[in-house]
């Protein structure tokens, strides 16, 4: 009896995921507890294990786009064959093949051996490809519909270069050294598509406002550079600089409660904790995980929230429960290499900091110009529920703690 694997419910507006990788191989003998498949929203990645011991059948391809409960597996149980975990037996293949026949009104040149998703089959059909010239990536070399569409953009290039080359000959006049410009296309993900309506929408919802200032980061960096043998050794984990960043925005947030608001609906809601999110770049975009409880956080448990944060990013693990509730997120571009810029607001928080690259510049102090490591600030703000006076107070407060570091470790 078969057994069918589907697309869990991860989040209230979620409604659909992508088939992201296969773990395990159509045909292929697997355990309860091993992980089959990895499916991924606009938020997060979720693996996908087996709940019993049997044969595995892919009912989707990577790329693949369901619905949440749509099936996306089967387990067909049986005994594992001899020896250990392996593909299904020869004799069952067929069974298997049959599943991936040519849709009605295939071009006829369409073995029943060509291995391809119905979704890849049916863009072929429209697009008047012929399956049997193509070479599956998908498991087993089946063809999946990425397959199709990018034979779909190569013979659509082929077809734009004919027509150029047709033209170029009929005219009396041709220009020697001139080339068809290629191009790529691929459907967003689901991640960037959210993250691009999440920044249109805050910019269309907001009335967002910047404001700047700079900190001198001399006071930080003596700090650490002499305590920083002796943290690691009791916390196994280094200081750096996004706690002292998150100490001083917690100050400020407590000093200016309007910045630690949020408007919903026609009312302003206040918050009273202090939930702080770190925007995270990944090869799969940006994710804020929030780090809870900041203000009774010690340095050192900030710099390990921080730390684990970054190998679920890494690994894929960071749930939805991790990216929500935050009151306030910074960023810093400056890992990248940015000197200043104007961060978008997180909806519906009411304030983002944005941390900038840290470099040495003149600067005046008592009546002399010395070099020092100075890095800008940017305060974007909701000017609807924040005022400018609020905003530079805030501001000025994250400078001033930043600047004199051992009041925030003396809390």
Same mark, same amino acid.
């Given at each position: ?13 979620? /409604? ?43 009912? !989707? ?11 996306? !597996? ?69 063809? /999946? ?64 406002? /910047? ?19 002796? #943290? ?12 002292? #960043? ?166």
């Amino acid at each position: 009896m078969a057994h069918e694997i589907k697309i869990p419910s991860v989040g209230e507006s979620i /409604t659909s995921a992508t088939l992201g990788t296969w773990h395990k191989a159509e045909g292929e003998y697997v355990r309860a507890g091993d992980v089959l498949l990895t499916i991924e929203t606009d938020k997060i990645s979720t693996e996908l294990e087996s709940d019993r011991d049997g044969f595995l059948h892919h009912l !989707a391809a990577v790329g693949d786009e369901l619905a949440i409960g749509a099936p996306v !597996a089967s387990i067909k149980e049986g005994e594992a064959p001899a020896g250990s975990a392996a593909p299904a037996p020869a004799q069952e293949a067929p069974k298997e093949e049959a599943a991936a026949a040519p849709a009605p009104g295939a071009a006829a040149s369409e073995s029943v051996d060509v291995k391809a998703t119905p979704v890849a089959r049916k863009i072929a059909e429209g697009e008047g490809i012929d399956l049997s010239s193509l070479s599956g990536t998908g498991a087993g070399g089946k063809i /999946t519909k990425a397959d199709v569409l990018d034979a779909a953009s190569d013979h659509s290039a082929a077809k734009q270069q004919a027509s150029a080359s047709a033209s170029a000959s009929a005219e009396p006049v041709t220009t020697s050294g001139s080339s068809l410009k290629k191009t790529t296309r691929k459907k967003m993900s689901p991640l960037r598509r959210k993250i691009a309506t999440h920044l249109v929408n805050a910019q269309h919802e907001a009335a967002i406002l /910047t404001t700047f200032n700079e900190v001198d980061m001399t006071a930080i960096m003596d700090l650490r550079k002499r305590v920083q043998d002796d #943290f690691v050794a009791r916390h196994g984990v280094k200081l750096g600089f996004m706690s002292f #960043f998150i100490k001083a925005v917690v100050d400020a947030l407590q000093a200016v409660p309007a910045v630690n608001a949020q408007i919903e609906g026609d009312e302003i809601i206040e918050n009273h904790f202090y939930d702080i999110g770190v925007a995270v770049g990944t090869d799969k975009g940006l994710m804020v995980p929030v780090i809870r409880d900041c203000e009774q956080k010690t340095f050192a448990g900030i710099e390990k929230g921080i730390v684990e944060y970054a190998s679920k990013a890494r690994d894929g693990k960071i749930s939805l429960a991790d990216l929500q509730g935050g009151v306030f997120t910074i960023t810093n571009g400056g890992i990248y290499g940015s000197l200043l810029s104007t961060p978008i607001l997180n909806p519906p928080q009411s304030g983002i900091l944005g941390m900038h690259s840290i470099q040495q510049r003149p600067v005046a102090l008592n009546g002399q110009v010395v070099i020092r490591p100075m890095m800008y600030l940017a305060l974007s703000y909701d000017h609807r529920i924040v005022d400018g006076k609020e905003a530079v107070t805030f501001l000025v407060r994250v400078k001033d703690c930043l600047e004199n570091p051992e009041r925030l470790m003396l809390g």
